[in-house]
């Protein structure tokens, strides 16, 4: 019989969060995109300075656990609602592990700690080709925000309208 559970990374995941950014990126073809190292992972995640927290799906089949996924998450403010909501960065289940329920469960700890945090809203982003993703998120009745266009400044172009 196999159990999944979900608990909160620590610094000591720093690695395994790695790999599972790395597998990440090979699904979604970007894995010439991933800059970030394990000590950036430690720093960035687990610093005293981060507002970001992790979490850690695990298997556990016959007194052995393996971990299995992670997500990455942060609050963002809403000043409509006046309050903080829950954004996810990053969810990923390697892939000999899904249909087991391990996203769900990620899933749900997410809006079970939302609700606790008095969120007004989780929200994420999908690209627009990942029909599973899609698929698995309208299943649980989330909803996509059609009428939102997402912008970013990163890298150069960021650094060169940041002087400019």
Request: charged share 25%.
């Given at each position: 019989m196999s159990n999944i559970i979900i608990r909160e990374a620590s610094v000591n995941d720093a690695a395994q969060?790695?790999?599972?950014?790395?597998?990440?990126?090979?699904?979604?073809?970007?894995?010439?995109?991933?800059?970030?190292?394990?000590?950036?992972?430690?720093?960035?995640?687990?610093?005293?300075?981060?507002?970001?927290?992790?979490?850690?799906c695990e298997k556990e089949d016959k007194g052995s656990v393996e971990a299995i996924g992670f997500a990455v998450y942060f609050y963002n403010y809403s000043t409509w609602l006046g309050k903080n909501g829950l954004y996810l960065e990053d969810l990923y289940v390697s892939p000999g592990y899904r249909g087991l329920g391990?996203?769900?469960a990620l899933l749900k700890q997410l809006a079970k700690?939302?609700?606790s945090k008095g969120c007004g809203r989780f929200e994420w982003s999908v690209l627009d080709w990942n029909t599973p993703s899609i698929e698995f998120y309208e299943s649980i009745g989330a909803k996509p925000k059609s009428e939102w266009i997402g912008y970013q400044l990163a890298g150069d172009t960021l650094v060169d309208f940041s002087q400019s």
């Open positions: 969060i790695h790999h599972f950014i790395t597998e990440l990126a090979i699904y979604e073809k970007a894995e010439h995109e991933v800059i970030a190292s394990v000590d950036d992972i430690k720093r960035s995640i687990f610093g005293e300075e981060s507002t970001v927290s992790a979490l850690i391990a996203g769900k700690i939302a609700v």
